[in-house]
């Protein structure tokens, strides 16, 4: 072979070679999928110094710690439950941002709804009553018949009406 088609073949395994080893776009490495599930489970837990954001927003020192120790237990293979059970054992149910569905939680999850349902409620109840009250009011003055004056006057505006056509 001529040293023009070796350069040439090496050239294009050079170039051909990473594609031999490229991780495929939708596949995740390990560590990416550990730093999601570490998100994931911090995304749920509450900051104990700001209060008021997650432990995977904040930048507090402690909240950093939290996201240590939660990765630590991911690798170690405990689960997003285990994990959850856990941080709530030592600093109490308030450490989780979303209530739990069960006693006092489930009232914090279907009181909402149920708040909406009743206004709705509200809401249609005021808009029938209303219209029935006005719809009685108009059927009421329809009943009622024309004054002698009141007819006088509707004959009178056919007759002008008549003559301009």
């Given at each position: 072979?001529?040293?023009?088609?070796?350069?040439?073949?090496?050239?294009?395994?050079?170039?051909?070679?990473?594609?031999?080893?490229?991780?495929?776009?939708?596949?995740?490495?390990?560590?990416?999928?550990?730093?999601?599930?570490?998100?994931?489970?911090?995304?749920?837990?509450?900051?104990?110094?700001?209060?008021?954001?997650?432990?995977n927003?904040?930048?507090?020192?402690?909240?950093?710690?939290?996201?240590?120790?939660v990765?630590?237990?991911?690798?170690?293979?405990?689960?997003?439950?285990?994990?959850?059970?856990?941080?709530?054992?030592?600093?109490?149910?308030?450490?989780?941002?979303?209530?739990?569905?069960?006693?006092?939680?489930?009232?914090?999850?279907?009181?909402?709804?149920?708040?909406?349902?009743?206004?709705?409620?509200?809401?249609?109840?005021?808009?029938?009553?209303n219209?029935?009250?006005?719809?009685?009011?108009?059927?009421?003055?329809?009943?009622?018949?024309?004054?002698?004056?009141?007819?006088?006057?509707?004959?009178?505006?056919?007759?002008?009406?008549?003559?301009?056509?």
């Amino acid at each position: 072979m001529s040293s023009k088609r070796i350069t040439a073949a090496m050239l294009a395994g050079g170039f051909l070679l990473p594609l031999l080893f490229a991780i495929p776009a939708g596949a995740l490495t390990d560590q990416e999928a550990l730093e999601k599930k570490v998100r994931g489970i911090t995304d749920q837990l509450r900051c104990p110094t700001c209060q008021g954001i997650s432990v995977n927003d904040s930048e507090a020192a402690f909240s950093r710690q939290i996201r240590d120790k939660v990765k630590r237990m991911v690798r170690e293979g405990q689960s997003e439950d285990q994990i959850k059970a856990y941080f709530e054992s030592r600093y109490g149910e308030w450490i989780l941002r979303a209530p739990k569905k069960e006693g006092l939680g489930l009232v914090l999850w279907v009181l909402p709804g149920l708040l909406m349902l009743l206004a709705g409620g509200w809401i249609v109840y005021t808009v029938r009553r209303n219209a029935r009250v006005n719809g009685k009011d108009a059927a009421s003055e329809a009943e009622q018949p024309l004054s002698k004056a009141e007819l006088e006057r509707i004959k009178r505006d056919v007759r002008l009406f008549e003559e301009e056509l």
